[in-house]
């Protein structure tokens, strides 16, 4: 916040870097509320969110698709076949219903982010998540 | 009663509990505010009206957001449209204030004030509001203003949803609103469309009701590509009843006031920008007036008939481009524009005035430049620069000039300071120089005023409080002031000095929870308009209740009654407004509302025997659904 330059010119990459770490912050307290069959290790086809998590201590990353097992995907188009079976949390609310696999979202609508998680996805993928969830669980899509 | 009101205030923030997530969520949207991306600190002294605090505040008109500003007060004219006066306001001419929606500014040849065509104008599309004062910034291009109002639209990317909003009110008016923004492949797009009756309380006079009833359609569309091109298109038409009009008894006649425009920008490799731009301006006036059409100025004397009918038309063509360098500790931007102004009179009937025509073209040519140097990592030097030429089709040309000499430094962690050192102009709008209603005389030859100004705003932030203290000197010479003999505007002979002060301190309880005050005063000798006022907000939120409070309070003030000129005491206002809204699920959200609930806003006089004393925003209550599919 000291730099004038970043402070008076540059404030949008600072605006940018701040709201992607809270972003992954986010995303981050969703995963840690959640469990799955074995231990959470992380893909996303967005590199500055999977940067972001690889300084987690949280979460394990890898930089192959098909070795994670929970998969952040922000475009359909970079969902390669062999990844499609696994645990994907989308970034777009579009993607929640083209990508029937998708289990949960954080996107934008109306000025602010939204977080919704569909029960019968989680039911059928054996996923557990927390009460902490509870107020984002929905029966289906808006 | 103090206790009571205190309770019922605060009590709100000692029932604010978030859950961890949501209160991540809150960080995260404020974080990617877009006010944070688009606020231009250098450039003037900011106040920024967030999304949310729109939301919260229930601002569905620009006029809601108008009345709060510091050193200004939102009046009602007596042909029923709101203008805004600056602390103090003296006999010159309406301050010059310019008001841009996202890169356009709205640019009016007839009204010569773009807030008499857009200050009432639906603010559903509208993302967030900042407005710069006290020597704003040289590069928001075209002649420099008091004080710049830009409103941002809301971005589709976003918005990623269609929205609509219904309101009534206590006086049976009624406005419906939908937009629709999102994204298309790699397009963004918003549209938005908004039709609007509002209702007025009616004052008697002569057993004769005086109606300012109004209907307004507006709408606006917006296309883009990320760094390549953005389309905006908006338009506003609003039918006005006539309410006092010009004469002692007005017939129920009508004006119309109607604004289009078209905005394209491209953006090329290098941080280059090139705008082109057209706005169409119709005003159409119709008065009939049972005893006839008085000169405000010739109060005595005949009136002049009883219909008078006025249809002013006029066309506004701009190109811009502009180029940015930053280099190291440099920031560098250079641009030109040029701008054409055309005014046609397709009718002036119904007074045995024949009425003299200014120049019906001028065309200006603008050279600016602003460099912002880093003197080091917590100092800041900002120097712009203007030139103008102007040549109208009279072909009375002159050279005006623009400087602003800026310096911002970080002190230490909270502490920061603004100075500025400002010399602008104020070139005469087309009402003072080219066309009159019969009330005065226009004058091709009124010469623009110069401003000189030395402001500056100490600013402690702790990121719970912030405390803001401003101050500014300015003298203006040449002043475009009214002349009562001559009937028409003059450069004053008198050099006009004029001090100001303003204190803000706000209290960020949390994310949800905040305080502002606000205190101001102006220091000179006329007063027509309060000369000091103050406002108070509340933000709360108790469980899903959103709730605000605020009260903006305008001192007492002299207006000269024009028939006796006897001083005439107007008291002081205070207008209280309440909002509560409640989201009842994701879709549906109720608003309900309280304008001037204490019946006690400033107000002035619209009749020229200083009987009938209006307030700008009338008591009201509204009731406000809105959905989102």
């Known amino acids: 916040m000291k730099l004038i330059i970043t402070f008076l010119l540059s404030a949008l990459f600072l605006f940018a870097s701040d709201s992607n770490h809270l972003k992954v912050k986010v995303l981050g307290n969703i995963l840690s509320e959640i469990s799955i069959k074995e231990p959470i290790k992380i893909w996303s086809d967005d590199v500055k969110i999977l940067a972001e998590f690889q300084h987690s201590s949280k979460f394990r990353t890898t930089k192959k698709c098909n070795e994670a097992n929970i998969i952040i995907l922000q475009r359909k188009s970079n969902l390669i076949q062999e990844c499609r079976k696994k645990h994907i949390f989308v970034l777009s609310y579009d993607l929640l219903s083209n990508i029937q696999n998708s289990f949960g979202a954080l996107f934008w609508k109306k000025g602010g982010p939204n977080i919704i998680i569909l029960q019968p996805r989680i039911k059928t993928q054996s996923i557990q998540v927390s009460k902490n969830l509870n107020p984002y669980l929905e029966e289906k899509i808006w | 009663m103090k206790k009571i009101l205190l309770l019922i205030l605060f009590v709100p923030l000692l029932f604010s509990q978030e859950l961890l997530l949501d209160s991540l969520l809150n960080e995260y949207q404020d974080s990617e505010s877009l006010y944070k991306k688009t606020k231009k600190e250098s450039a003037g002294f900011l106040l920024v009206y967030s999304r949310e605090d729109l939301e919260r505040m229930q601002a569905y008109s620009l006029k809601d957001v108008l009345k709060t500003i510091r050193l200004y007060t939102l009046q009602m004219h007596s042909i029923g449209v709101s203008r805004i006066l600056n602390v103090g306001q003296g006999k010159s001419a309406l301050p010059p204030i310019k008001l841009y929606i996202d890169d356009f500014e709205i640019t009016s040849v007839a009204q010569g004030n773009a807030l008499d065509m857009y200050g009432e104008m639906d603010i559903?599309?509208?993302?967030?509001?900042?407005?710069?004062?006290?020597?704003?910034?040289?590069?928001?291009?075209?002649?420099?203003?008091?004080?710049?109002?830009?409103?941002?639209?809301?971005?589709?990317?976003?918005?990623?949803?269609?929205?609509?909003?219904?309101?009534?009110?206590?006086?049976?008016?009624?406005?419906?609103?939908?937009?629709?923004?999102?994204?298309?492949?790699?397009?963004?797009?918003?549209?938005?469309?908004?039709?609007?009756?509002?209702?007025?309380?009616?004052?008697?006079?002569?057993?004769?009701?005086?109606?300012?009833?109004?209907?307004?359609?507006?709408?606006?569309?917006?296309?883009?590509?990320?760094?390549?091109?953005?389309?905006?298109?908006?338009?506003?038409?609003?039918?006005?009843?006539?309410?006092?009009?010009?004469?002692?008894?007005?017939?129920?006649?009508?004006?119309?006031?109607?604004?289009?425009?078209?905005?394209?920008?491209?953006?090329?490799?290098?941080?280059?920008?090139?705008?082109?731009?057209?706005?169409?301006?119709?005003?159409?006036?119709?008065?009939?007036?049972?005893?006839?059409?008085?000169?405000?100025?010739?109060?005595?004397?005949?009136?002049?008939?009883?219909?008078?009918?006025?249809?002013?038309?006029?066309?506004?063509?701009?190109?811009?481009?502009?180029?940015?360098i930053i280099d190291g500790n440099h920031d560098f931007l250079i641009g030109a524009?040029?701008?054409?102004?055309?005014?046609?009179?397709?009718?002036?009937?119904?007074?045995?005035?024949?009425?003299?025509?200014?120049?019906?073209?001028?065309?200006?040519?603008?050279?600016?430049?602003?460099?912002?140097?880093?003197?080091?990592?917590?100092?800041?030097?900002?120097?712009?620069?203007?030139?103008?030429?102007?040549?109208?089709?009279?072909?009375?040309?002159?050279?005006?000039?623009?400087?602003?000499?800026?310096?911002?430094?970080?002190?230490?962690?909270?502490?920061?300071?603004?100075?500025?050192?400002?010399?602008?102009?104020?070139?005469?709008?087309?009402?003072?120089?080219?066309?009159?209603?019969?009330?005065?005389?226009?004058?091709?030859?009124?010469?623009?005023?110069?401003?000189?100004?030395?402001?500056?705003?100490?600013?402690?932030?702790?990121?719970?409080?912030?405390?803001?203290?401003?101050?500014?000197?300015?003298?203006?010479?040449d002043a475009l002031s009214f002349d009562k003999?001559?009937?028409?505007?003059?450069?004053?002979?008198?050099?006009?000095?004029?001090?100001?002060?303003?204190?803000?301190?706000?209290?960020?309880?949390?994310?949800?929870?905040?305080?502002?005050?606000?205190?101001?005063?102006?220091?000179?000798?006329?007063?027509?308009?309060?000369g000091a006022g103050a406002l108070v907000q509340l933000f709360n939120k108790v469980g899903k209740f959103d709730i605000y409070n605020e009260l903006v309070y305008r001192d007492s003030y002299i207006l000269v009654n024009p028939l006796t000129n006897e001083d005439i005491k107007m008291d002081a206002g205070y207008d209280y407004t309440l909002a509560i809204s409640y989201p009842v699920n994701k879709k549906l959200k109720v608003k309900l509302k309280g304008e001037n609930l204490l019946n006690k806003a400033s107000k002035t006089i619209i009749d020229t025997a200083g009987e009938i004393k209006i307030p700008a925003i009338e008591r009201r209550g509204l009731i406000t659904m809105e959905y989102t599919f």
């Open chain 2, 124 to 324: 559903y599309f509208v993302d967030h509001i900042e407005i710069y004062q006290g020597g704003n910034s040289i590069a928001f291009g075209n002649s420099p203003g008091s004080m710049v109002i830009r409103l941002y639209s809301k971005d589709p990317s976003r918005e990623n949803s269609s929205s609509t909003q219904i309101t009534f009110d206590s006086k049976s008016s009624g406005d419906f609103r939908i937009i629709d923004a999102g994204s298309a492949d790699e397009y963004d797009y918003l549209f938005y469309a908004d039709a609007a009756k509002t209702n007025y309380k009616k004052p008697t006079r002569n057993k004769q009701e005086l109606s300012r009833d109004a209907s307004r359609l507006q709408a606006h569309f917006k296309i883009s590509q990320d760094d390549n091109f953005e389309i905006a298109i908006d338009t506003i038409s609003t039918k006005t009843d006539i309410f006092n009009g010009m004469g002692t008894a007005p017939l129920g006649d009508d004006s119309l006031r109607r604004y289009t425009y078209i905005n394209a920008i491209k953006y090329f490799q290098g941080d280059i920008k090139l705008s082109l731009a057209a706005s169409t301006e119709r005003k159409k006036f119709f008065n009939s007036d049972a005893n006839g059409i008085q000169l405000t100025t010739d109060l005595q004397g005949t009136p002049t008939g009883n219909d008078l009918d006025i249809d002013i038309h006029s066309n506004t063509y701009k190109i811009t481009l502009d180029k940015k």
């Open chain 2, 485 to 530: 003999v001559t009937k028409k505007y003059i450069n004053s002979p008198d050099t006009i000095y004029f001090n100001r002060v303003y204190i803000r301190g706000e209290h960020h309880f949390n994310f949800n929870n905040k305080a502002i005050i606000e205190v101001y005063k102006g220091y000179k000798d006329d007063y027509y308009s309060p």
């Open chain 2, 337 to 477: 524009e040029f701008q054409q102004n055309r005014l046609k009179v397709k009718t002036y009937k119904g007074t045995n005035v024949t009425p003299v025509i200014g120049p019906k073209k001028l065309d200006i040519y603008m050279f600016y430049l602003e460099e912002l140097y880093n003197i080091n990592k917590n100092n800041l030097l900002a120097f712009s620069a203007k030139v103008d030429y102007y040549k109208d089709s009279f072909s009375k040309s002159s050279t005006e000039y623009a400087y602003r000499l800026g310096y911002i430094s970080l002190i230490n962690e909270v502490w920061t300071t603004k100075l500025f050192a400002i010399s602008r102009y104020t070139y005469p709008n087309a009402l003072q120089t080219t066309f009159a209603p019969p009330v005065y005389n226009v004058n091709p030859e009124l010469e623009s005023s110069t401003t000189k100004m030395l402001a500056g705003e100490l600013e402690y932030n702790d990121n719970t409080h912030r405390v803001v203290f401003g101050y500014a000197y300015k003298v203006i010479d």
